[in-house]
């Protein structure tokens, strides 16, 4: 073992070290790595308990003013802390300019189709990011027997964008998602806190500048000010989160959403730079589109085969067949009418009174054509 207080925590060996690190972890995927150092987040947690105390994460219940505080001070967590190392993982982006099929589909968000490369099955990616940092940090173990290390994807408590956008790997967008230069904002992040004392890598000195274009993008409205989402309108939460039934003044809004929401990343002009190199992980990612029809007479197993081990398994069959009928209801033809009866004989209570509202969204759009779907 190395001391850090021989080579000085900012020496070069510790700065050698980092550097042959995150060169390490970019050749086993990541698309971007840095070092944040693991002292506290004071503006995550003002934002946090702003979004809190101002309902803008309500109905996530799990998130609240304890593990606010909690992820922000991670060094009083693990005492132990010396560096924390941000992680990027690439994924591909749905194909926007793709051909509409000709059957009414409804769309999920990229990064629930995620798999590795060589696979085409799609992976929760909560457990592809956790063995590449076990990996990762597998192999530290070999030049650094003592490290102690913790890992966090998504669910853990830690602030993931504070983190990264302290690290440098990118910036906070005005859609609030982190931007990288090699993966834009389709990335899934991932962090680990350490005891090895990796001097931290420089923030990132770029922005959206003075574009808006996610802001005027989102069809609900759900991005209030530059970083600000407020949840109880953003798409992915209705598809993704929420429990129960969904208000009936918002089905409109998810128009063909069955899973999350990409708009505020597909139209960032980051994004769509064709200039982003293409990267593993990037590559023959399935159809985001799904035919809605078929959808509905999903059972149990055949979800199973099409989503399991994939995070539209964690959300499950019924929240997942609910925005089916409610993207029907949104662009569904007459065609949809005897199937979305038929379903609604075995449906429960909440079901049926889904249903009917999907029927008389179709039957009203389709005797009014002025308000015919524009695909
Ligand atoms: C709760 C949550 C959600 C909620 C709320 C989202 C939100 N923006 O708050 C919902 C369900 C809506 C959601 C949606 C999505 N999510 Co989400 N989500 C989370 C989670 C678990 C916590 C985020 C959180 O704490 N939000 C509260 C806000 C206050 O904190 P924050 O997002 O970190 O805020 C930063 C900025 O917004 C900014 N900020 C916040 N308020 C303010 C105010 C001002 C004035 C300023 C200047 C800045 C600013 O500073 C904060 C950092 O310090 C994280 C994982 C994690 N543990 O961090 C994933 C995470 C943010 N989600 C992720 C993803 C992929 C998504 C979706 C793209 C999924 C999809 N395709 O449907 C969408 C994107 C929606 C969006 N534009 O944010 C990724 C983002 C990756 C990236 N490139 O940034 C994360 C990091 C998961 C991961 N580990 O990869 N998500």
Redo the contacts with the bound molecule.
């Keep these: 073992m190395h001391d850090a207080g021989l080579n000085g925590i900012h020496g070069p060996f510790w700065q050698e070290e980092r550097d042959r690190m995150l060169a390490a972890a970019r050749k086993d995927g990541w698309c971007a790595a840095g070092i944040a150092a693991p002292a506290p987040?004071p503006?995550?947690e003002a934002?946090?308990l702003d979004?809190l105390r101002s309902g803008r994460?309500s109905g996530?219940p799990w998130?609240h003013e304890r593990r606010a505080h909690a992820a922000t001070h991670l060094a009083d967590r693990f005492p132990w802390a010396q560096s924390i190392i941000a992680l990027a993982w690439p994924y591909s982006p749905g194909d926007s300019s793709a051909a509409r099929p000709t059957y009414p589909a409804g769309r999920i968000?990229s990064?629930a189709l995620l798999s590795e490369s060589d696979s085409t099955r799609p992976e929760d990616y909560h457990s592809l990011l956790e063995r590449k940092c076990n990996e990762l940090i597998r192999d530290l173990r070999l030049s650094h027997p003592a490290l102690r290390a913790k890992i966090f994807?998504?669910?853990?408590w830690?602030?993931?964008?504070?983190i990264a956008?302290r690290a440098g790997i990118g910036f906070?967008g005005k859609?609030?998602?982190?931007i990288t230069p090699h993966g834009g904002?389709f990335?899934?992040?991932?962090s680990i806190v350490t005891s090895l004392p990796y001097p931290p890598t420089a923030p990132s000195r770029k922005s959206c500048g003075s574009c808006t274009t996610c802001m005027a993008a989102c069809p609900t409205g759900a991005i209030r000010?530059?970083?600000?989402?407020d949840?109880r309108k953003?798409i992915?939460?209705w598809t993704?989160?929420h429990e129960g039934p969904i208000p009936e003044d918002i089905r409109p809004l998810l128009g063909d959403w069955i899973f999350?929401?990409?708009i505020?990343?597909d139209v960032c002009p980051i994004n769509m730079r064709k200039s982003l190199p293409p990267m593993h992980g990037r590559e023959g990612s399935p159809a985001a589109l799904m035919d809605l029809i078929s959808l509905l007479s999903l059972d149990s197993e055949r979800f199973m085969e099409l989503f399991g081990g994939s995070p539209i398994e964690r959300t499950g069959r019924e929240r997942l067949l609910r925005n089916v009928i409610i993207a029907l209801g949104n662009v569904g033809t007459p065609a949809a009418l005897p199937h979305l009866e038929q379903h609604r004989e075995h449906a429960d209570e909440a079901g049926r009174e889904l249903i009917a509202w999907a029927i008389m969204a179709i039957r009203q759009r389709t005797t009014d054509p002025s308000s015919l779907p524009l695909h």
């Design positions: 987040f503006d995550a934002h946090l979004s994460l996530m998130m968000a990064y994807v998504d669910h853990g830690a602030v993931d964008r504070a956008e906070l859609n609030s998602c982190l904002s990335v899934l992040l991932a000010a530059p970083g600000v989402i949840a953003c992915s939460y993704i989160e999350g929401c990409d505020c990343q």
